[in-house]
């Protein structure tokens, strides 16, 4: 792999330093392995970073989004996204094997990677057992760009089929803002109020944007 302004290049870098001492730019080049013509690997990752802005949209971006980035042909954007389908379950089997509250950036992780790239609204439900450990985790509704109609009977219902003792609420705004508006506070309060009736604890409701979340928790509204 090319080397860059007199630095290591990025795979011997990482055999030297780990892959924590990589920058952004560096971990896409050793995915790319190969560059375009007259344009290094390396080169073509800050790019491409420069041009979408970060990990994640690049990820995410179809091949259209590569058109007019020379270099990036169908070949590399598979390899692309299946390193994000590999994050993904790599969250989701993490996040099946941790008690959830002992460890909330797992959650934070799986939600991000499965919620922040949804072009709709979806609402999404944990179902955890006492020891707060993940039974299900399970998509409950879908709605447009900026909304989603919620039915607490729904989560309630799916909650006492599968004997769940507590759960986790968590949907996403396509914006990209993850600040919760008033009609998100409603709908946890309803929810909530639904939980104490049938003795189920409701943890949390986490709003995933883009690159950022916001926990209901965290900020003491439940």
């Not at 630095?7 to 001492?21: M, N």
């Not at 998509?139 to 986790?168: D, Q, Y």
Request: charged residues 20%.
């Amino acid at each position: 792999m090319e080397k860059v302004s007199g630095s290591l290049p990025p795979r011997e870098k990482l055999q030297q330093q780990g892959a924590s001492a990589l920058s952004d730019a560096e971990l896409l080049a050793i995915f790319l392995r190969t560059g375009a013509s007259g344009v290094p690997v390396l080169m073509l990752a800050q790019r491409m970073l420069n041009e979408f802005g970060s990990l994640y949209n690049i990820m995410t971006a179809g091949q259209a989004d590569f058109s007019h980035i020379k270099g990036v042909g169908e070949a590399k954007l598979a390899q692309l996204h299946a390193i994000a389908e590999l994050g993904k379950r790599f969250f989701s089997t993490q996040l099946l094997s941790e008690n959830v509250l002992e460890n909330p950036q797992a959650t934070y992780h799986y939600l991000q990677s499965v919620l922040a790239h949804q072009e709709r609204e979806i609402f999404m439900a944990l179902f955890l057992d006492n020891r707060h450990r993940v039974l299900l985790a399970q998509t409950m509704f879908s709605g447009s760009i900026n909304s989603v109609e919620v039915h607490p009977r729904e989560i309630i219902r799916e909650a006492l089929k599968i004997n769940a003792a507590s759960l986790i609420l968590a949907h996403n705004h396509p914006s990209g803002f993850a600040e919760p508006s008033q009609a998100d506070r409603f709908i946890t309060d309803k929810i909530k109020d639904a939980c104490i009736l049938l003795n189920i604890r409701l943890l949390d409701h986490i709003v995933i944007g883009r690159g950022e979340f916001v926990s209901f928790a965290e900020r003491e509204w439940l």
